[in-house]
C-alpha cells in the first residue's frame, strides 16, 4: 500500500496533477495552466502575489525534485515528456518579476510565457549544454534545471521590455 501510494503520489507530482498526460505538447499545455494560475493570482492576491509566487516555487521545487526522481527511477527516458513539474517551476521563476499592479501585467504575462517555451523547447545556449551535461552526471537536476534557467530568462527578458518601455 505504501510503496504504491508514493508511485501514485510522484507521478501525481511530476505530471503537475496529470497536466503532463495531455496527448499533445504537455509542457505547453501545463505551462499554459500555470501561466492562468499565476494570471489568477496577481489579480486575487495582489499584496502577497510576490510571497505566494516564492512559496509556491519553493515548495514546486522540493517536491519536484524528489518527484522526478521517483518517476525516473521507473522509467526507460532520461527527460520523459509528461514529467513537467520542471514546466512549473520554470514558469513561476519568470513570474517572480511579474507585477500584478502594473498597467503591462497582462502583456508581460503573455510575452513571458512565449519567451518561456521558445526557450524551454529549443534549449538555446547555455540551457541545452546545462541540460546535456546534467542529464549525464544528474539526470533528476538535468530535468529540473533546464526549466529554471529558462524561466530565469524569461524573467531578464521581462525586466529589459519594462526598462526599456517605461
Given at each position: 500500500m505504501t510503496t504504491r501510494f508514493l508511485?501514485?503520489?510522484?507521478?501525481?507530482?511530476?505530471?503537475?496533477?496529470?497536466?503532463?498526460?495531455?496527448?499533445?505538447?504537455?509542457?505547453?499545455?501545463?505551462?499554459?495552466?500555470?501561466?492562468?494560475?499565476?494570471?489568477?493570482?496577481?489579480?486575487?492576491?495582489?499584496?502577497?502575489?510576490?510571497?505566494?509566487?516564492?512559496?509556491?516555487?519553493?515548495?514546486?521545487?522540493?517536491?519536484?525534485?524528489?518527484?522526478?526522481?521517483?518517476?525516473?527511477?521507473?522509467s526507460k527516458s532520461r527527460d520523459p515528456s509528461f514529467i513537467t513539474i520542471d514546466e512549473t517551476a520554470g514558469a513561476l521563476i519568470a513570474a517572480m518579476v511579474m507585477q500584478p499592479t502594473s498597467d503591462t501585467f497582462g502583456r508581460d504575462m503573455i510575452v513571458s510565457f512565449v519567451i518561456f517555451r521558445f526557450l524551454d523547447i529549443t534549449k538555446l545556449w547555455p540551457i541545452g549544454a546545462l541540460e546535456r551535461y546534467l542529464k549525464e552526471h544528474r539526470p533528476t537536476l538535468g530535468v529540473m534545471l533546464d526549466d529554471c534557467l529558462a524561466g530565469g530568462f524569461a524573467a531578464l527578458c521581462i525586466l529589459a521590455l519594462r526598462y526599456f518601455t517605461n
Open positions: 508511485i501514485f503520489s510522484a507521478d501525481f507530482i511530476a505530471t503537475t496533477c496529470y497536466l503532463g498526460r495531455a496527448p499533445y505538447a504537455p509542457g505547453t499545455v501545463t505551462s499554459a495552466a500555470i501561466y492562468i494560475l499565476i494570471f489568477l493570482l496577481g489579480h486575487s492576491y495582489t499584496s502577497q502575489f510576490s510571497y505566494l509566487v516564492c512559496t509556491l516555487l519553493c515548495v514546486t521545487t522540493i517536491i519536484g525534485l524528489w518527484a522526478t526522481h521517483q518517476v525516473l527511477k521507473n
